[in-house]
């Protein structure tokens, strides 16, 4: 599995979402480094920016599976934390459940709470600051791919989605992510199989992210009783590209929460 690493002390693995890589969320590193001393972990999940997926890649199943056996070989039985974005944040769930005390601390941005689209709680397509002449100047399917998702219209915001968004809309495995489209929720819900995670815990949502929405993620946190819980207005499914400041304060937020919890020192 093709991972990029920075820095060096506690690990903290860093998933993306569909359909991009880990380029998505290195806008983010930054924030990772402000607070302590943290490995960061990016990989590219399978079939999806420089990692290859061969046949048994066919289901979020198998997904999981794959950053499970990641993870341990990575890791071994060093206590590490997660974050994870949109699908990669179903899959930090599930690795959160998978390896219980061994976590330190979990973070969902835009998180798959509800795995069938029809069955989630979402808000209408807003745009709320459009530009049309920008959309004109791109080519037409990055204006397509941009405007899909975007609800702050910009040059600026533009920027960030070219650099964070487009290398990895152009680089995905179209049979490999077609497999897991058809299989694409867990077997089992990730908060069935362990008690309540009891450790520093963050969600962030978009007020205005129409994918994956922010109601069933507000209705998830009560599975996560140390959870802080953000639903940024001016923010679509690609949060920290909209707030980035806000993202990356909460996060150094969470990250101080989670050396607290490793230090016992909290106060």
């Not at 601390?105 to 745009?127: I, Y």
Request: proline share 6%; glycine share 6%.
């Amino acid at each position: 599995m093709h991972n990029v690493q920075y820095g060096t002390g506690t690990p903290i693995l860093i998933l993306h979402g569909f359909c991009v890589d880990h380029r998505f969320l290195l806008a983010l590193d930054p924030a990772f480094a402000a607070e302590g001393q943290w490995r960061r972990v990016y990989i590219d999940l399978p079939g999806m920016g420089g990692s290859h997926a061969g046949p048994e890649i066919e289901s979020a199943d198998a997904v999981a599976k794959a950053v499970v056996e990641f993870a341990r070989d990575t890791f071994q039985n060093e206590k590490f934390a997660i974050f994870g974005s949109s699908f990669g944040g179903m899959i930090a769930r599930h690795l959160a459940a998978e390896f219980g005390e061994q976590i330190l601390g979990l973070a969902l941005l835009c998180p798959v709470a509800v795995a069938e689209p029809s069955d989630r709680a979402l808000p209408p397509k807003t745009v709320l600051q459009a530009d049309p002449r920008l959309l004109e100047s791109l080519d037409a399917e990055d204006a397509r791919d941009y405007a899909e998702t975007a609800v702050i219209q910009s040059p600026e915001n533009w920027s960030r989605f070219r650099t964070a968004v487009l290398p990895g809309l152009r680089a995905f495995d179209q049979e490999v992510v077609s497999r897991i489209i058809n299989k694409y929720s867990l077997t089992v819900e990730p908060e069935s199989v362990s008690a309540s995670f009891q450790r520093p815990t963050l969600i962030i949502s978009g007020r205005q992210d129409n994918v994956v929405g922010f109601e069933d993620q507000i209705a998830l946190s009560a599975s996560y009783p140390r959870s802080t819980i953000a639903v940024l207005d001016n923010a679509g499914h690609n949060a920290h590209l909209d707030q980035p400041e806000m993202v990356n304060s909460l996060i150094r937020e969470w990250l101080a929460r989670v050396e607290c919890d490793k230090s016992s020192e909290c106060g």
